[in-house]
T-cell receptor, first 114, second 115 residues
Framework: QQQVKQSPQSLIVQKGGISIINCAYE??????FPWYQQFPGKGPALLIA?????SEKKEGRFTISFNKSAKQFSLHIMDSQPGDSATYFC?????????????FGEGTQLTVNP | AAGVIQSPRHLIKEKRETATLKCYPI?????VYWYQQGPGQDPQFLIS???????DKGSIPDRFSAQQFSDYHSELNMSSLELGDSALYFC??????????????FGEGSWLTVV
């Protein structure tokens, strides 16, 4: 049972376009929501993260929008570039477990065409 | 900046053999996590350690064990290997895992192929 649901599974965008990836969760104990970017054969790398007390966070071309009541959050990549082509994972972390594991969504394979 | 170091990067083992993966966390990080990622799948949490004690346990098979040593490096031991164990194994580290806002940094992974 996937605790964090992510969509779409794959996304193709033209260079300069906006890429939007959505995630939803059920566990209200989650209080930290990072997005990771992963290139083939590499480890996931933190892109941007948000806490539920903030509705939006922007870093460069990357923006997280967070809707606490709907338990949904999304990643927007503005002016998408071919170098952004990678797999993106949303994740969530709970304050309730001392080890504070990350729970990942299923991932979105983004392709940005030149 | 120093990153999470994993070794070996690639490993080929036969069924029923044993494998050991090593992880060296970022300096001053006291929490280590192990994840398993199959092809086209999201990383699945296996186990974590804080200050050398197991802090959380996920979907780690009984054939696997792990520990964190006094220098904070960690080892994942996998015995009686099965074909289904073939995957990319990530180690990650963070400052105290009890603070959910502390960033978790991942290593480059160890590719295990079981033949």
């Amino acid at each position: 049972q996937q605790q964090v649901k992510q969509s779409p599974q794959s996304l193709i965008v033209q260079k300069g376009g906006i890429s939007i990836i959505n995630c939803a969760y059920e566990n209200t104990a989650f209080d930290y929501f990072p997005w990771y970017q992963q290139f083939p054969g590499k480890g996931p790398a933190l892109l941007i993260a948000i806490r539920p007390d903030v509705s939006e966070k922007k870093e460069g071309r990357f923006t997280i929008s967070f809707n606490k009541s709907a338990k949904q959050f999304s990643l927007h990549i503005m002016d998408s570039q071919p170098g952004d082509s990678a797999t993106y994972f949303c994740a969530a972390r709970s304050r309730e477990t001392s080890g504070s594991r990350l729970t990942f969504g299923e991932g979105t394979q983004l392709t940005v065409n030149p | 900046a120093a990153g999470v170091i994993q070794s070996p990067r690639h490993l080929i083992k036969e069924k029923r053999e044993t494998a050991t993966l090593k992880c060296y966390p970022i300096p001053r990080h006291d929490t280590v996590y192990w994840y398993q990622q199959g092809p086209g799948q999201d990383p699945q949490f296996l186990i974590s350690f804080y200050e050398k004690m197991q802090s959380d346990k996920g979907s780690i098979p009984d054939r696997f064990s792990a520990q964190q040593f006094s220098d904070y490096h960690s080892e994942l031991n996998m015995s009686s290997l099965e074909l289904g164990d073939s995957a990319l194994y990530f180690c990650a580290s963070s400052e105290w895992g009890g603070n959910s806002g502390n960033t978790i940094y991942f290593g480059e992974g160890s590719w295990l192929t079981v033949v």
